[in-house]
Nanobody, 125 residues
Framework: VQLQASGGGLVQAGGSLSLSCAAS?????????MAWFRQAPGKEREFVTS????????DYADSVKGRFAISRDNDKRTVYLQMNSLRPEDTAIYYC??????????????????WGQGTLVTVSS
């Protein structure tokens, strides 16, 4: 499974960005839970949000709840992250990840066995 994240960029505080993560290669994408993690400069990678195989269940870190929304299009084998009301502390490299053994949304990094290359989001104050 290859994951290609895109959509990062520079945005002012209060603005919005939409990230995409497309899966390719031999994949049963519709069976995978997917997630977004992020890593800010000088910090460890942290959970942002996850979604189950169907898109019916989602989970969010408290820091992004109400501002970010995860969704997926299984026909396009793509997961999305809509980020609104962005803050400077949202500045990070954002990684998408696939849990090819599970269907439930999870928060733990080691549950995800495939990772995208990351896309940089910079929020200026």
């Amino acid at each position: 499974v290859q994951l290609q994240a895109s959509g990062g960029g520079l945005v002012q505080a209060g603005g919005s960005l939409s990230l995409s993560c497309a899966a390719s290669g031999p994949t049963r994408f519709t069976s995978y839970a997917m997630a977004w993690f992020r890593q800010a400069p000088g910090k460890e990678r942290e959970f942002v949000t996850s979604i189950d195989w169907s898109g019916g269940r989602t989970d969010y870190a408290d820091s992004v709840k109400g501002r970010f929304a995860i969704s997926r299009d299984n026909d396009k084998r793509t997961v999305y992250l809509q980020m609104n009301s962005l803050r400077p502390e949202d500045t990070a490299i954002y990684y998408c990840a696939a849990d090819t053994y599970g269907v439930e949304p999870r928060r733990v990094e080691y549950e995800y066995d495939y990772w995208g290359q990351g896309t940089l989001v910079t929020v200026s104050s």
